[in-house]
């Protein structure tokens, strides 16, 4: 063999291995981005360190699959160990902000991003990350900020409008909330969440109409979730402020229906003990609900603000409904006060 042949054939097997890790990854992509099938995406991943432990780029894409599969401390630790092997990935700093996110680990995730995005500079997943890591830190300016650059590298991406509008809809500028959330929308029509928060907007701006129809639709995308029948419900005892049998019956038949936060499921059980007049029963609901979620709490805060006050507890129940004004509670929905007996007529009035 001349030194033309074996130049040859170092080079056809060059091609051959680049055909096989671009064939190797390319399958897992496709499980993920594709097909969706996340857990044969983790086990594939899996089967691939076996052969090649040292990889950095395998850790960081089973981080991915085990975040999509919200197995958040696994992705952690995939993140470590591409970190281990090279510290200059940039997706494993952003995997890792992601999980920390995931983990409500908001200073933890902002750090992870801060470094991807050191490290690359044009990795638009990386702003989203580090825009939704000061959004759960409630800086929401900065969140906008990087939500905006995330938005010019990536347009047709309906996540961080949705983001972006949360975070115009925390600083009380509806009209942007509800153009963001309208964008999110055009980009995905299923955008169950989307309708669900345009509806707080639409609401806080007085438009009743147009918020309780994106309530309807958030529940008919979206029926076996139980956040959009709460928030149904209390718009329509705000919209006739009286409760009957059959609607305690329709209410507790909502039972059956799924949520991935304890505290829905603890403000649902709380409303309930609420209109079976088992007010004892319902505050302790409705503390439940706020400890186990203390980012996104005014439902729960006015509600326990409503047990308290059918319990005569003016001071404590204006507290509780007062935080949940200046967190940008619609004041519509104080018109559920109008549910308590006259009897409480003096507390109502200071709101109604």
Same mark, same amino acid.
């Given at each position: ?35 969706k099938k996340y857990r044969w995406a ?64 908001f200073k933890d995730a902002y750090w ?11 990795? &638009? ?9 000061? *959004? ?32 115009y809809l925390r600083l009380q500028q ?17 955008? &169950?969440?989307?309708? *669900? ?22 529940? !008919? ?7 959009? *029948?709460?928030?149904?419900? &209390? ?22 229906? !799924? ?38 709490? !005014? ?42 007996? !006259? ?10």
């Amino acid at each position: 063999m001349d030194v033309l042949d074996l130049f040859n054939l170092v080079g056809n097997i060059i091609f051959v291995v680049a055909v096989l890790i671009a064939s190797i990854e390319g399958l897992g992509y496709a499980l993920m981005r594709y097909w969706k099938k996340y857990r044969w995406a983790a086990n594939y991943y899996s089967a691939l360190l076996a052969l090649w432990p040292f990889s950095a780029m395998l850790y960081v894409n089973r981080s991915w699959a085990r975040l999509c599969l919200l197995e958040f401390d696994q992705a952690l630790d995939d993140c470590a160990r591409a970190i281990k092997h090279n510290d200059q990935v940039a997706m494993a700093y952003n995997n890792r902000a992601a999980a920390y996110m995931g983990l409500y680990r908001f200073k933890d995730a902002y750090w992870a991003a801060q470094r991807a995005i050191q490290l690359d500079d044009k990795l &638009w997943a990386a702003y989203y990350n580090r825009g939704c890591a000061l *959004h759960g830190l409630k800086d929401y300016e900065a969140a906008i900020k990087d939500l905006d650059v995330c938005i010019e590298q990536r347009p047709g991406l309906t996540d961080q409008y949705f983001c972006r509008a949360t975070c115009y809809l925390r600083l009380q500028q509806y009209e942007r909330a509800i153009e963001d959330y309208t964008s999110s929308i055009d980009l995905m029509a299923h955008a &169950w969440n989307a309708y *669900h928060n345009r509806a707080y907007a639409y609401m806080a701006l007085n438009d009743i109409e147009r918020g309780y129809a994106d309530i309807c639709k958030s529940c !008919e995308l979206h029926p076996a979730e139980l956040i959009h *029948h709460l928030l149904k419900t &209390w718009c329509e005892l705000c919209l006739d402020p009286r409760l009957t049998p059959e609607q305690v019956e329709d209410f507790a038949a909502l039972s059956v229906l !799924e949520t991935t936060q304890p505290s829905r499921r603890h403000s649902y059980q709380g409303m309930l003990a609420w209109m079976r007049g088992e007010y004892e029963q319902a505050l302790a609901q409705f503390e439940l609900g706020i400890e186990s979620d203390p980012f996104t709490n !005014e439902a729960n805060y006015f509600w326990s603000g409503m047990a308290l006050a059918a319990l005569g507890r003016y001071d404590e129940a204006k507290k509780a409904i007062d935080y949940a004004l200046r967190r940008s509670m619609s004041p519509f929905f104080l018109k559920a006060l109008a549910l308590l007996q !006259e009897e409480h007529s003096t507390f109502v009035e200071q709101y109604l």
